[in-house]
């Protein structure tokens, strides 16, 4: 029985562990497709502002993946993107009233940029290629893990900017987690003059272009080391072969 049990966490492990790694890393929809840029560069100049459109995003992948998933053996091919761009818009429409509803101030600072999700390619992406093409568990999984690899991007970015240009981090607090909890915003840098260009469109260019330099560096070193373990694996055949 407990063999059994062990055979299934693995294999479960084996099945959803690369759909976590494509969604956060390997191919993630900022750092790896360069997608949805508009709403990242435009809205990243606070942690709070990032945040907010970041769960979006993750929302709206979740319930369009899942919808996708349930449909996929109904709807015909011929059809297809039609209705996969009318539930995302759906989805999108659905969360804009929510979040007008409930969360009124940041609505108006994130403004036209949640209607604009409906346009992320990302989402219409992971709708084709994944989720027309598998099961409702991993359907679910997919859009929570591509979300929060969008997520931490733009809450990083957001984070990146916030710090270097009013040196504080979680600014406005209250426009998210309600009146009162403006004690959440740390000042990192007291008496900061501010660096005005870190939260103009030019500073989201210049701090996308650090994460993506980033990325590449740490992915070299990881592709080095592979490729050393390699050269050791093989210097260690040819002595076990001599010996």
Known sequence: ????????????IEEYAPIARDGLWTNNAILAQMLGLCPLLAV??????????????ILVLIISNMSVSLIRNIVRPEIRLPVFVMIIASAVTAIELLIHAWFHELYLILGIF?????????????????????????????????GLGFTLVLVSLGAL???????????????????????????????YEGFLLAILPPGAFMGLAILLAARNYIQKKQKDKKQQNRLLEKQMSKVTVQS
């Not at 029985?1 to 479960?12: G, H």
């Not at 990243?44 to 995003?57: D, E, K, P, Q, R």
């Not at 504080?168 to 959440?184: C, D, I, K, P």
């Open 114 to 146: 949640i209607p604009l999700i409906v346009t992320n390619c990302a989402i219409i992406a992971r709708a084709e290629s994944f989720a027309s093409k598998n099961t409702l568990g991993k359907s679910f999984f997919d859009g929570l893990m591509m």
């Open 44 to 57: 990243s100049n606070t942690v709070i502002n990032a945040l907010g459109l970041g769960i979006a995003t």
């Open 161 to 191: 900017r916030e710090l270097l240009g009013m040196g504080t981090l979680l600014s406005n607090a209250h426009v998210m987690f309600g009146e009162g909890m403006q004690w959440l915003t740390i000042v990192v840098f007291p008496d």
């Open 1 to 12: 029985m407990s063999n059994t049990k062990t055979e299934a966490k693995v294999s479960f």
